[in-house]
């Protein structure tokens, strides 16, 4: 179908399904406006309660934003407190989390979002570090004031600093039994939720632990790691995700499309290569290729992976080999567009030569395009990180996902495109996993280092097995997604 003509003509507070708040300037982010002529109707509608949820937040936002004169108070009492006074929190107007910029571009893209969504139950502001590249890939998401933290945050270059032994750190501070009781409430906290954290950090998902955290002005977080499952395990804020989210997979598909606009760079980088590859085909099958393996090249293993996953799974056609043409195709044949994402060149090479030296069984043609090759990751240079936050929307513009296990990569283009893809079981020992793939249980990214630990019995538990809506994931037995 033609994909150009469709709800041009949408009046823009529908736009999203008002996901979207109005107010915008459209030439600055041509992104929120043109998506929709890219990317189908999802199919999954925000809940009211949500979107009236979004649009308060936007309204604190605004209220308590940079260069307010409420974040000028807030900030104030920062400042104090970072150059060793022992002032106190809690009597701020606004409350706020800080994002650390850490990590690959699909892992930030995933904890910003879990970071937002604990501001949002929280009645915090979410502001983001904008570390190399935030400002360059992104649009803001907030009407009027920025989500990028101002360059006279203080403590900016003390970020790198923040660890699990900072003087700071939630999880260090329990372990010295220091400052923790209700009586002294810091004016900032550091909490460390990235993959290495331990068992007094990953006690910030303990409902009782809230109720330090939740007086503090300021908390201060890096993590690596898509915690949002976690937060459904949270008595205290089962109710109101309830209400949010009353489909529970659709909780990355919303924010995510609520948060993250392509900047105008990225959307000439995405709407070209689309115009130019996709845009004309029956059906466009996305595969991520994103391999974890150390030692010999897993080209080989893997491309076996893939074709017995595609041709298993009916998803492209094999190609026959004897003939060396079609003579009559049975019906009208389809033009099939495969996107394929990798570092490296060898997959969509092989593809492409099999699907030109031979004819499919059953007479469709299929291309087979990848936008870069860009060798080994370099997170934080310009060019590099624009071209992987282009494929991974890109990807999410496909009809069918193929993905590989343990990439934030892939679930980023999942979540986004409302897809449930094929994940690629990872490889052990160099051979192909048997079965090579499987369609995954829902759209929602996997928690990669979920606590397993019962608040109220203080003792370990499987946080897999509590709940029907919070599962272990495809890819990772240990993980925990959202079903
Ligand atoms: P993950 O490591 O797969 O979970 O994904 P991340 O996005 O967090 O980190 C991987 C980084 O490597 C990406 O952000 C890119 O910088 C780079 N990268 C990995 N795979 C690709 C790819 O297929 N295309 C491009 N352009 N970059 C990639």
Known sequence: EDGFSDHTQMPKDTLHDGLIAPGFDEGSCLSRYQSNLYRKISPHKPSSYLLSRLRNYEHLHKKCGPRTKSYKAAMAQFKSSDQGNSSVGGSTECK???????????????????????ALLTNRVLLVDPGKDMA??????????????????????????????????????LKNKKN???????????LHLAHDYDEQDKLFFCDEHQTLTGKVPWLIMRTDNYFVPSLFL????????????????????????????????????????????LAKADERIGIQVRTFESGPS?????????????????????????????????????????????????YSENMRNMYWEHPTVNGD????????????????????????????????????????????FGYVAQGLGGLKPWILYKPENQTMPNPPCRQVMSMEPCFHAPPFYDCKAKRGVDTGALVPHVRHCEDMSWGLKLV
């Open 136 to 173: 360059d890939l992104f649009c803001e998401p907030f009407p009027e004031h920025s989500w990028l933290l101002s360059k006279d945050f203080s403590i900016k270059e003390k970020f790198n600093k923040f660890d699990q032994k900072s003087p700071h750190c939630y999880g260090n501070m």
């Open 234 to 277: 949270m008595p205290s804020f089962e109710q109101e995700l309830e209400k949010l989210f009353p489909e529970k997979e659709t909780v990355f598909h919303h924010l995510g499309r609520y948060l993250f606009h392509p900047s105008n760079h990225v959307w000439g980088l995405i709407t070209r290569y689309y115009q130019a590859h």
């Open 298 to 346: 897993p080209l080989q293993h893997v491309m076996n992976q893939i074709y017995a996953c595609v041709f298993k799974e009916k998803l492209l056609p094999q190609v026959d080999k004897q003939k060396p043409a079609v003579t009559a195709p049975s019906g009208i044949p389809k033009l099939k567009s495969v996107l394929i994402t990798s570092l490296t060149s060898g």
């Open 365 to 408: 043609l299929i291309g087979v395009f990848q936008p870069s090759h860009e060798g080994h990751q370099q997170t934080d240079k310009n060019l590099h990180d624009r071209k992987a936050w282009a494929e991974m929307y890109l990807l999410s513009l496909c009809d069918v996902l193929v993905t590989s296990a343990w990439s934030t």
């Open 180 to 190: 923790t009781s209700s009586e002294l409430v810091p004016s900032f906290l550091y």
């Open 96 to 118: 706020y989390v800080v994002w650390i910029s850490y990590s690959g571009l699909g892992n930030k893209i995933l904890t910003i979002t879990s970071a937002f969504l604990y």
